[in-house]
């Protein structure tokens, strides 16, 4: 931006206003003035030539008169009395015989005025004009010569003056009335823009409808924008009723989740227990395989229920705020080992390979180890559980971009059913699976990335992915490597 538009951005309407307005209105008042002025001085200059003309024509006459008469004294008077016009230089008569002067004759004369002679010449005009006498019958025949030499100096003294004193009017009275003007577009416009303007920077609390009672298009502006602003408002007001509502209603059902899932616990635990010491009473007693494994079917269901009871506690302790982390040492080796330890039996029933890769320096983190365990074990399961006879790659390694805090980054990679970009844009949404027909065949409660994405992000991370439906997944879970907090309420 050039300094004259970063001038003209930032000057406020009536700046702009005055800067087009003035010079435009200057210009024409003066310009205007100025021309009327000098044709009214030509007017008069004419006037003035027409004059000696006509004293010119009427002066050679008569001294054709006397010229007749041989009446010299005569016409010494006329010529003389020629000089009492205050603007006439000098006055002479020659006496000419067939074009050419006459030496001596007593009719050459020469008046002049002795003051305006010393005028400045180039505003001095001259006019001929020839003595003519005509004997009977003949054609006139041209005797002399009548010259009027006239000043136009104090006439234009006078017009210059004249001008001067119209421009110097016109420019006040063009003044005048530009600062009438600037006055009443100020109250007029500038100042109730200038209130909208004001009143839109308030806060809602602060508004106080801007009073503008006209009916032009300005009115109607202020009237539109307080209406606006009262809809405004009411709607604000109402969102936030909604708003607190949400918020109240989702505190309640999360205080709920976790209370129900907690009562749900105890008695669950007390099925599995029973169930455990059931089947060892009963095993000593030699009872049949098919009460057996009645009692294993009653004992894997109750566990399943009870994984599944947990992840909703989980996800309603994260979503009430009231999860708690346990910040301590965390041996990324061991780490690994237990979780693919854990997920071994679920690798090998579809046919799949789990492979790991750890580099041996990539030694211990600060972070929750139960937590990272819950992120891997879901991660691995997750791919365990949508690959068939492939593949499955867990990766570990530390990255630190500039400027940022240390992370440790897990891949888990596929080479599974993966996911399109809307079924991923669905991921990471508590009960919702990326496909509800995965639901059907894999099973799940849709909670466990969300669990994961939440808990990561409480680490100093977060959970991504990539995926090609059809070729495999890769979910990378980052944690900061440096926990700042021991104990965090996240
Ligand atoms: N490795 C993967 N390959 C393909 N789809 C996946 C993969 N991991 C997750 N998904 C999709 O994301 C959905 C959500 O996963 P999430 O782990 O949150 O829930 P879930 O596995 O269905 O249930 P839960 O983990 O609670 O038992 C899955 O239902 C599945 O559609
Ligand atoms: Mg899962």
């Not at 030539?49 to 041989?70: D, I, K, P």
Request: include cysteine; hydrophobic fraction near 40%.
């Amino acid at each position: 931006m050039t300094f004259l538009s970063r001038f003209w951005y930032g000057a406020s309407v009536q700046t702009k206003y005055l800067l087009i307005i003035v010079p435009a209105a200057l210009l024409l008042t003066i310009g205007g003035g100025a021309v009327r002025q000098s044709i009214a001085a030509e007017r008069v200059l004419t006037m003035a030539s027409e004059q000696f003309e006509e004293v010119g024509r009427r002066t050679a006459l008569a001294l054709s008169q006397e010229y007749w008469n041989y009446n010299t004294a005569q016409a010494r008077a006329i010529m003389q009395s020629l000089m009492l016009i205050p603007t006439v230089v000098r006055v002479s008569s020659q006496e000419l015989a067939q074009g050419v002067e006459v030496a001596n004759s007593p009719f050459t004369f020469n008046f002049e005025d002795v003051e305006l002679v010393d005028d400045d010449p180039s505003e001095q005009r001259t006019l001929h004009f020839p003595i003519q006498v005509k004997r009977e019958q003949a054609e006139p025949e041209t005797v002399g010569r009548f010259t009027i030499v006239y000043s136009l100096a104090e006439q234009n003294r006078r017009n210059r003056w004249v001008m001067m004193v119209t421009l110097i009017t016109t420019a006040f009275a063009a003044s005048i009335v530009i600062a009438i003007l600037t006055y009443a577009l100020n109250r007029a416009i500038l100042l109730p823009i200038g209130r909208v303007s004001d009143s839109a920077g308030q806060s809602d609390a602060d508004f106080v409808p801007i009073p503008l009672n006209t009916g032009d298009q300005l009115g109607r502006l202020v009237t539109a924008f307080n209406e606006l602003r009262a809809r405004h408002i009411e709607s604000t007001r109402l969102l936030q009723a909604a708003r607190d509502e949400a918020v109240a209603a989702n505190a309640a059902k999360s205080a709920f989740l976790a209370m129900m899932s907690h009562e749900l616990r105890t008695p669950l635990n007390a099925v599995i227990g029973y169930s455990e010491m059931l089947k060892e009473e009963l095993a000593d007693e030699g009872v049949t395989p098919t009460t057996m494994s009645d009692l294993d079917k009653i004992k894997s269901a109750g566990k399943h229920l009870l994984e599944l009871i947990n992840s909703v506690l989980d996800l309603s302790k994260i979503e009430a705020g009231k999860i708690e982390l346990e910040i301590g040492s965390v041996s990324v080796q061991q780490l690994v080992d237990y979780a693919t330890s854990t997920v071994h039996p679920l690798i090998e029933p579809n046919g799949n390979r789990l492979v790991v890769q750890v580099p041996p320096d990539i030694g211990q983190i600060d972070s929750d180890p139960t937590r990272l365990r819950q992120v891997l074990l879901n991660l691995l399961s997750n791919a365990a559980k949508f690959t068939r006879q492939g593949v499955i790659t867990l990766t570990a390694r530390r990255e630190q971009a500039p400027g940022q805090p240390e992370q440790l980054i897990f891949d888990v990679q596929d080479t599974g059913i993966g996911m399109t970009p809307e079924q991923q844009g669905r991921l990471f949404q508590a009960f919702v699976q990326a496909d509800s027909s995965t639901t059907r065949e894999y099973g799940g409660t849709g909670l466990g990335l969300v669990i994961s994405r939440r808990l990561c992000q409480l680490l100093g991370g977060d959970v991504t992915v990539t995926s090609v439906p059809g070729q495999g997944s890769c979910f990378t879970a980052r944690v900061a490597t440096q926990s700042h907090t021991q104990t965090t309420r996240g």
